[in-house]
């Protein structure tokens, strides 16, 4: 099956700052999608963004699928942006939506 | 929100008893997924349906079995629970190649 790595596994970061969160994976993809959970557990649509980039708020992903990764942008982070944030890719003649392991973000004000 | 629905919310079940959760749909999509979530593991995949009784395995199947017998409803069937089947599920919904949205979760406890 197909490969999802996330790194950093954990980030901790002071409010204000700015981070880059990076999604590699081993095989060409149709989807893949950026999503946080939040600290109650609940999984929050960030991007659909199988290439190219996309912008909303503070929050912007690339794709580079030749590549095979995506890497998600927090600026400006807020306590609210703490939580787990997951990739997750469907290979391309695939019918698996596939996690990686996360990356865990602490913003401390 | 997407239209997705899963009960019940929390359940505490023992050992050795069947345990069914229901994931709903209110989207009409074709493909609904169940994962289940442990510390340490990410989710993961345990099974899928791809249409009405279409359904396959994913990384973790073994243990359980899920039905679809319409588009909106997916069960996921515990035939009798371990305490290695305590966890968080959630059920995900979406068309293929596009954007698929997850249901609130399941918190189940097999004591």
């Known amino acids: 099956g197909i490969q999802v790595e996330q790194s950093p596994p954990d980030l901790i970061l002071q409010e204000g700052a700015n981070s880059t969160l990076r999604c590699n994976f081993s095989d060409s993809v149709n989807n893949l999608q950026w999503f946080h959970q939040n600290p109650w557990g609940q999984l929050i649509n960030l991007f659909y963004?199988?290439?190219g980039t996309k912008q909303n708020g503070r929050l912007s992903a690339t794709t580079v699928a030749t590549e095979r990764y995506s890497l998600l942008y927090i600026s400006s982070s807020q306590t609210t942006d703490s939580g787990v944030y997951f990739c997750?890719?469907?290979?391309?003649?695939?019918?698996?939506?596939?996690f990686g392991g996360g990356t865990r973000v602490l913003v401390k004000p | 929100d997407a239209g997705i629905t899963q009960s019940p919310r929390h359940k505490v079940t023992e050992t050795g008893t069947p345990v069914t959760l229901r994931c709903h749909q209110t989207e009409n999509h074709r493909y609904m997924y169940w994962y289940r979530q442990d510390p340490g593991h990410g989710l993961r995949l345990i099974h899928y349906?791809?249409?009405?009784?279409?359904?396959d395995k994913g990384e973790v199947s073994d243990g359980y079995s899920v039905s679809r017998s319409k588009t909106e409803d997916f069960l996921l069937t515990l035939e009798s629970a371990t305490s290695s089947q305590t966890s968080v599920y959630f059920c995900?919904?979406?068309?293929?190649?596009?954007?698929?949205?997850f249901g609130q979760g399941t918190r189940l406890t097999v004591v």
């Open positions: 349906s791809y249409g009405v009784k279409d359904t």
């Open positions: 997750a890719v469907l290979k391309a003649a695939g019918n698996k939506l596939t």
């Open positions: 995900a919904i979406g068309p293929k190649d596009t954007e698929a949205f």
């Open positions: 963004i199988p290439s």
